[in-house]
């Protein structure tokens, strides 16, 4: 263990660091760590990545004429990405064994229906992955809406 004073290249901060290891590759780590970005620096670069995607979701919203979102302007921006991301792969769902256009119509209607912004929030882990274009819709389906997705075809994803 070794202490090195090294300025970072993002923004030139000086900083103390304990670098651990075998004397011989301690210098190298400590050059390395002088190309991360500084945590300041990186939550900054964060944010801003999070306000541009929030920006485009809004304006791709707005384009698709989908409603609204509800919840503070936080929950917003958040939820405008996670719903914009759900929809960009709900496609995905036309191309598995079975499932017809009426499929995917259903299931952007049901997406379309969720306006309150803490609902995708809270179901963000359920939303799209592969084929799972429904995981998260279907905790809250009424046994209509089931019924309704059933007649379908697709009954055994339910």
């Known amino acids: 263990m070794a202490w090195y004073t090294i300025r970072r290249d993002c923004c030139g901060a000086v900083e103390r ?4 290891g075998p004397s011989d ?12 970005p500084c945590q300041a620096c990186a939550r900054q670069r964060r944010a801003v990545e999070a306000e541009q ?22 929950q917003v921006a958040w939820a405008l ?15 598995m064994p079975g499932a017809t256009g009426d499929h995917l119509d259903w299931l952007l209607d049901r997406i379309c229906e969720r306006t309150d912004a803490a609902w995708w929030i809270d179901h963000r882990a359920g939303l799209p992955r592969d084929d799972h274009c429904w995981t998260a819709l279907r905790t809250s389906l009424t046994d209509e809406q089931k019924a309704e997705f059933a007649a379908l075809g697709k009954e055994s994803r339910l």
């Open 81 to 95: 990405v996670l719903r914009d991301n759900t929809i960009k792969r709900a496609p995905s769902l036309a191309t």
């Open 53 to 74: 995607a929030a920006h485009q979701a809004a304006g791709q919203a707005d384009l698709d004429g989908l409603p609204t979102l509800t919840g503070t302007d936080r």
């Open 17 to 20: 660091i304990q670098v651990y």
């Open 25 to 36: 590759t301690r210098q190298a780590r400590a050059n390395r760590t002088e190309m991360r």
